[in-house]
């Protein structure tokens, strides 16, 4: 079974602080995904990945970088946090198939505060 | 026009009746078509995936497929109040390469 593991479950920042999220993934996946869900709002694609140091914006990638330097590590990166980023965090993987299902991580609950 | 549309709900079922949750998307070559349960405050777990036009078949679910009319269903059969969930339908359109998801139903199974 492919595991995607994210870093924290539920996390508390303060306004400015400086962010990471952390994604790893056991199936030596090619792409990775990070999504943010808001209620009314669905999944919303913030970056992604479809190679070690490859990156491409997704929908949403204001406010956010990430990082990836090794394969199976996917990171989020919120600069300078702010309280409209408060939202769940999602990272997801599939395999070299873009029509490959996703499989995604437990999530992470950020508040900013 | 959103690429993937669902009906957001709430949609209420009773327990051992038929749940159908419906989805249209707007990229006629669309390839690729996802259902997704997501329990409130965990993260999307695949349910069904299905390719081509007819229905699929798995367990107390099944998923159908009308390319032509541009639209996604599922069926759940036999509703158990383990199904309540929002269900999300995802959608790979062609030349995008990237899942699109619709906003997800809410679906309720009342005992």
């Known amino acids: 079974d492919v595991k995607v593991t994210q870093s924290s479950r539920y996390l508390v920042k303060r306004t400015g602080e400086k962010v990471f999220l952390e994604c790893v993934q056991d199936?030596?996946?090619?792409?990775m995904f990070w999504y943010r869900q808001d209620p009314g709002l669905g999944l919303r694609l913030i970056y992604f990945?479809?190679?070690?140091?490859?990156?491409e914006k997704g929908d949403i990638p204001e406010g956010y970088s990430v990082s990836r330097e090794k394969k199976e590590r996917f990171s989020l990166i919120l600069e300078s946090a702010s309280t409209n980023q408060t939202s769940m965090y999602l990272c997801?993987?599939?395999?070299?198939?873009?029509?490959?299902?996703?499989?995604f991580g437990n999530g992470t609950r950020l508040t900013v505060t | 026009q959103k690429e993937v549309e669902q009906n957001s709900g709430p949609l209420s079922v009773p327990e051992g009746a038929i749940a159908s949750l419906n989805c249209t998307y707007s990229?006629?070559?669309?390839?690729?078509f996802f259902w997704y349960r997501q329990y409130s405050g965990k993260s999307p777990e695949l349910i069904m995936s299905?390719?081509?036009?007819g229905d699929k078949e798995d367990g107390r679910f099944t998923a159908q497929l009308n390319k032509a009319s541009q639209y996604v269903s599922l069926l759940i059969r036999d509703s158990q109040p383990s199904d309540s969930a929002t269900y999300l339908c995802a959608v790979t359109p062609r030349g995008n390469e990237k899942l699109t998801f619709g906003t997800g139903t809410r679906l309720t199974i009342i005992p």
């Open positions: 990945s479809y190679d070690v140091k490859m990156k």
């Open positions: 199936m030596d996946h090619e792409n």
């Open positions: 997801a993987s599939t395999g070299f198939l873009w029509n490959s299902p996703l499989h």
């Open positions: 990229d006629r070559g669309s390839q690729s």
């Open positions: 299905i390719y081509s036009n």
